[in-house]
């Protein structure tokens, strides 16, 4: 894959301390990578963020980062740590501890899609993940990591946006009725990557909205929320999950008409955001 893994678009002024990602948007599947599997142009998708990115590119505008991969996550998974390899998908790999992601077939290596539909027929080289984890996964992460320590230096703190999408029929879980179901889940590893606070603020944007909210049930977070949250050191990190089916047709993965609409209400919640990180850690702490 020759083209940059990421795309990260900065504002003219940068005046929040929040710091919005979506690591699993990227939709530049490649025709090398396209012969390589066995789906076909709707199935190698179906677990990508499609358009999410796209809902949040009014956060610069704003005064906000917002780093978007380019790079598919049936390619490389960004929400997973770099040694999370699946010896069932790469060849030369050492089983290790029990690992649910890597057992379901979802490690940085991805085995499947959603569905667990397999990507590939046999395995891939020890070699070429290695390459893809250098062309894309350390440098994505890399930029993550500087847009945050950019944003604890200049504003004492940073609040990172994980930016998500979930299956319509995902929250089923969460919910038997559904009228209750949430239309958002917000992730901080049950309090562990985000202070009180700032987990309380951001969903009363979200639902002053008139979005329903369920905090870590069925999604907490996974590595991305659990590696860069670190409240003690001033560094908060939220995982967003958004219903699919509020903005985009999830059978052929096309914007439905609902996408202009919906994305006008992320942007005021998108500016609500950005607001909770003009504010000072201690007068935060203070509310």
Known sequence: MQNPPFRLELPRSRTTSVVFASPHSGRDYGLDFLRR??????????SEDAFVDRLFDTAPGLGAPLLAATAP????????????????????VRSQAHNPRIASGLGVIPRVVAG????YRGKIDLEEAQRRLEQVWHPYHAALRQVLAESRAAFGQAILIDCHSMPHEAVRSASGKSYSRPH???GDRFGAACTGDIMDSVQAAFERAGLRVSRNTPFAGAFITQHYGRPAHGQNAIQVEIDRSLYMDEGR?????DFPAFRGILRGII????EIGRASPKSLAAE
Request: proline share 4%; glycine share 6%.
């Open 184 to 186: 958002v889940v917000l």
């Open 116 to 119: 667990g539909r397999v990507i």
């Open 37 to 46: 599997t066995v789906l076909d142009e709707l199935g190698i998708r179906s």
């Open 73 to 92: 996550r049936a390619f490389v998974d960004l929400n997973r740590s770099a040694d999370e390899l699946d010896p069932a998908v790469v060849r030369g």
């Open 253 to 257: 993965i096309v914007p439905s008409k």
């Open 271 to 274: 500016q609500e955001i950005t």
